[in-house]
């Protein structure tokens, strides 16, 4: 399956590519709405009383053909269609639809009782306001709770922004034509859009590449690409240094726990050698959690956390890669600034990233020869970046990443992986089980040890496809988690506990995780 990620101006000029080479609109249309009518029908089998919301432009077009399939098939469908001037194209398919006699009406409420809902009233391309009377229209439909499956965006989303304009469709299922449409994956948008499934339409890769080029910007995370830089498999010939050597620095006094959580999340990396440095209060119970672990007990200051004096402590010994931040607190900053300074990848998290603020971040990690992971939830962003507005987090993570010119993993309801080249991944599913304390923890874990593992020479993946293998990873464990336990049941420990079952289940049941 494709996972380009498209604006609305990207989307319109691959379309005129397609139609300029001969590829007729209404051939097109009869296209993605046929395969959209197979989705409903494979997903509602039973012939139900189906409402059909009709727009004035090609949206609406693909709705009525839908509309007159599904009608075909034995389904009652009834059309609610508010606008009285329609594209020809459209208006040509709701002449013939309604000369099947299908029910016809301009306000919503006689479609009270439909058992689906298919919206079609606006596509890609919407930035204005939605105007009444479908405002109103929709604010109705809400208030039903029906399910909905909407054509390529739900109505009332931004194209690219995601932003609500004055209203928008709660969808069930937002059916996205051809390539994803970039407003679904927006933060504003999580709210309405539903699951998304993609509706491939065979566009010409050509076609696809003149607008994109052939190292897109923009893509959606594939269960493939991301497995592909897992270390699933091994050499039969290997040891433990050849695995990767990691030093984690995390904990203190009152967060001893975040260090057990990350130290779980490296574990299941399977890297090959973990040294885990905490303040020596701590060094027996995170002994007792990673029996495996080499623990280093700290010096510790007056508060409970890691003493600049331990610094020595650390620079004894070498190390593949560096995960340094949670539970720390920022008493450890020169502790960071000890990390942020070593020949060697560096994986920033929590009070990592929050000491790094009290510095110039852009001037201490642009002097890095080695590569560096950012992993900032919002808050954390904005302390470390203060100039740069989060309203497009597209584009901030962009930016934060070039001016850094390291790896910036930005954590939230579809997490972003930006690169100093202007790439972007989007993580396209996850879950709001994660949005509990410590589960950012794991993340750096698992994070350190893959990119341990990576600086071995037999393990030739990139960084930035190891981090969006561990984002993904990451969210699918919580989502089979959640799946099993409830959004409620999955804490951090039981996260870490679903790590190898999701990775496992991953393998063996492909199609499962697309």
Not at 191 to 219: F, Q, R, S, W
Not at 297 to 308: D, N, Q
Not at 396 to 425: C, F
Request: overall charge negative.
């Amino acid at each position: 399956m494709s996972s380009l990620i498209v604006t609305a101006a990207q989307m319109g000029q691959i379309e005129e590519r397609v139609f300029a080479n001969g590829m007729p609109v209404a051939a097109l249309m009869e296209k993605a709405a046929g395969r959209l009518a197979d989705w409903i029908q494979g997903h509602y089998p039973q012939p139900r009383r189906v409402g059909v919301l009709v727009g004035p432009g090609h949206n609406g077009g693909d709705a009525l053909v839908v509309a007159r399939e599904l009608h075909f098939q034995g389904y009652e469908v009834r059309v609610y269609a508010p606008f009285e001037h329609l594209k020809d194209l459209t208006a040509t398919h709701a002449r013939y639809v309604n000369g099947l006699g299908v029910s016809w009406d301009t306000q919503l409420e006689p479609l009270h009782d439909c058992d689906l809902f298919v919206d079609g009233l606006f596509g890609y391309g919407l930035e204005r306001p939605i105007p009444e009377p479908v405002l109103g229209a929709i604010a109705l439909l809400n208030s039903w709770l029906p399910p909905v499956i909407s054509i390529d965006l739900p109505s009332g989303i931004h194209t690219d922004t995601g932003a609500v304009l004055g209203i928008a469709v709660r969808a069930t299922h937002t059916l996205c034509l051809g390539l994803w449409k970039l407003g679904l994956f927006q933060d504003q948008a999580l709210d309405y859009g539903g699951d998304g499934v993609l509706i491939e339409l065979d566009i010409p890769k050509a076609d696809i590449d003149a607008v994109l080029g052939h190292t897109p910007l923009l893509t959606g995370i594939t269960r493939d690409d991301a497995i592909a830089a897992l270390p699933y498999h091994r050499p039969p010939v290997t040891h433990k240094y050849q695995q990767g050597r990691l030093l984690l620095i995390a904990g203190s006094r009152s967060y001893g726990g975040a260090a057990i959580l990350a130290g779980l999340g490296a574990r299941a990396s399977g890297v090959g050698m973990l040294s885990l440095a905490v303040p020596s209060s701590l060094q027996s119970l995170v002994l007792s959690q990673l029996p495996e672990a080499v623990v280093i007990g700290c010096h510790e200051s007056t508060t409970g956390a890691i003493a600049p004096v331990s610094i020595d402590q650390l620079s004894s010994r070498s190390y593949d890669a560096i995960a340094c931040g949670p539970g720390l607190t920022t008493a450890a900053l020169e502790v960071v600034q000890w990390a942020v300074q070593q020949n060697c990848p560096l994986v920033l998290d929590a009070d990592g990233l929050n000491s790094l603020s009290e510095l110039d971040p852009i001037q201490s990690l642009s002097r890095r020869s080695a590569p560096t992971l950012l992993t900032p939830h919002s808050g954390e962003f904005k302390r470390l970046f203060p100039k740069i507005e989060l309203t497009d987090r597209v584009n901030a993570a962009s930016r934060a990443a070039a001016q850094t010119n390291a790896i910036v993993i930005l954590k939230g309801p579809r997490t972003l992986i930006a690169r100093p080249d202007g790439r972007i991944a989007i993580n396209p599913r996850s879950t709001p089980a994660l949005a509990r304390g410590g589960s950012g923890d794991v993340l750096t874990g698992i994070l350190g040890g893959l990119v341990a593992g990576a600086s071995t020479p037999h393990l030739p993946n990139t960084l930035e496809q190891l981090a969006s293998g561990a984002v993904w990873w990451h969210a699918q464990a919580a989502i089979l988690a959640a799946q099993e336990c409830s959004v409620m049941g999955v804490d951090p420990l039981t996260l870490s506990r679903y790590l190898l079952p999701s990775l496992v289940s991953a393998y063996q049941n492909p199609y499962s995780h697309r």
